[in-house]
């Protein structure tokens, strides 16, 4: 909670972002405080080419700053539904861990229905963006939340598209049953790592670690699974088309992660994983 000075001129720059003033006399008035007061506050900022007469914010060199707002003023309900739409992952992959692990159709039924929440959540953000948000925050801030709204969305569709390969009869032998409950405990550890560090803005991240790990379980249930012969074409299909969900679940997680490193700490992103590019799968 911001106090003092700092409220005060959060309060400033909320005035000239959505009210267009002429002058210092009129964001006084509105905030019922001096025009000397408007005047000293706002000095550094015009100096520095952050605040313009007649009285607009350039919003690109307002994030530059060390100048703190509230999380209210710019990003609260942004990072709020994205908190969200990872709660609503999380309980997903917990939902069809228990599916697959039961082999319970009429669970995983459910699941691929619970799919239009973060179809919802994606939307809110998107209009969120394209109105007063807007005036918040730079285009390369509203690209970038888009971007990760988007690739949220299709985390879901992941988790939906496991639940439909276990509609139509897939199931897991009782000898990769420990790799498939490792899966789904790094699945969560990346999507969990992800919204850290769009929230708490790091730099440092664990997502990588958790990638290589997928990877590398990945193989080794694949190896288990060609060692073992099964005779069940079907099983062979499905379990190709969960691995690669699983796969593709990780390389969304990663991307993320990226767009946030590149949006705060000017990072490059790598190029997508090719399986992405291919029809944004």
Same mark, same amino acid.
């Given at each position: 909670?911001?106090?003092?000075? #700092?409220?005060?001129?959060?309060?400033?720059?909320?005035?000239?972002?959505?009210?267009?003033?002429?002058?210092? @006399?009129?964001?006084?008035?509105?905030?019922?405080?001096?025009?000397?007061?408007?005047?000293?506050?706002?000095?550094?900022?015009?100096?520095?080419?952050?605040?313009?007469?007649?009285?607009?914010?350039?919003?690109? $060199?307002?994030?530059?700053?060390?100048?703190?707002?509230?999380?209210?003023?710019?990003?609260?309900?942004?990072?709020?539904?994205? $908190?969200?739409?990872?709660?609503?992952?999380?309980?997903?992959?917990?939902?069809?861990?228990?599916?697959?692990?039961?082999?319970?159709?009429?669970?995983?039924?459910?699941?691929?229905?619970?799919?239009?929440?973060?179809?919802?959540?994606?939307?809110?953000?998107?209009?969120?963006?394209?109105?007063?948000?807007?005036?918040?925050?730079?285009?390369?801030?509203?690209?970038?939340?888009?971007?990760?709204?988007?690739?949220?969305? %299709?985390?879901?569709?992941?988790?939906?598209?496991?639940?439909?390969?276990?509609?139509?009869?897939?199931?897991?032998?009782?000898?990769?049953?420990?790799?498939?409950?490792?899966?789904?405990?790094?699945?969560?550890?990346?999507?969990?790592?992800?919204?850290?560090?769009?929230?708490?803005? $790091? $730099?440092?991240?664990?997502?990588?670690?958790?990638?290589?790990?997928?990877?590398?379980?990945?193989?080794?249930?694949?190896?288990?699974?060609?060692?073992?012969?099964?005779?069940?074409?079907?099983?062979?299909?499905?379990?190709?088309?969960?691995?690669? @969900?699983?796969?593709?679940?990780? #390389?969304?997680?990663?991307?993320?992660?990226?767009?946030?490193?590149?949006?705060?700490?000017?990072?490059? %992103?790598?190029?997508?994983?090719?399986?992405?590019?291919?029809?944004?799968?």
């Amino acid at each position: 909670m911001l106090r003092g000075k #700092d409220a005060t001129l959060a309060g400033i720059i909320r005035v000239i972002i959505e009210d267009e003033p002429q002058t210092q @006399d009129e964001i006084a008035e509105k905030l019922g405080i001096s025009r000397r007061y408007v005047a000293r506050l706002l000095k550094p900022l015009i100096e520095e080419g952050i605040v313009k007469h007649p009285y607009v914010v350039d919003m690109n $060199k307002l994030h530059r700053t060390n100048l703190k707002f509230d999380d209210e003023l710019l990003l609260k309900e942004i990072i709020k539904l994205l $908190k969200e739409m990872k709660n609503t992952i999380v309980n997903n992959l917990d939902l069809v861990y228990k599916a697959l692990t039961e082999n319970n159709t009429k669970l995983a039924e459910e699941i691929i229905l619970k799919d239009y929440s973060l179809n919802k959540m994606e939307e809110e953000i998107r209009l969120l963006l394209n109105t007063s948000a807007l005036k918040y925050l730079p285009l390369a801030y509203a690209n970038a939340f888009l971007s990760i709204a988007s690739n949220l969305e %299709r985390l879901g569709d992941y988790i939906a598209n496991i639940a439909e390969e276990i509609v139509k009869g897939f199931k897991i032998n009782n000898f990769i049953e420990e790799e498939i409950t490792e899966i789904f405990n790094i699945l969560k550890c990346m999507i969990n790592e992800a919204i850290d560090v769009i929230t708490e803005k $790091k $730099k440092e991240t664990k997502i990588y670690e958790y990638e290589e790990k997928l990877h590398h379980l990945l193989n080794k249930i694949l190896n288990k699974v060609l060692n073992n012969k099964i005779d069940d074409l079907n099983f062979y299909i499905l379990f190709g088309m969960f691995l690669k @969900d699983v796969e593709r679940f990780g #390389d969304r997680c990663v991307n993320i992660v990226e767009i946030a490193l590149e949006l705060y700490h000017n990072i490059p %992103r790598k190029p997508y994983p090719e399986r992405l590019v291919r029809g944004h799968i």
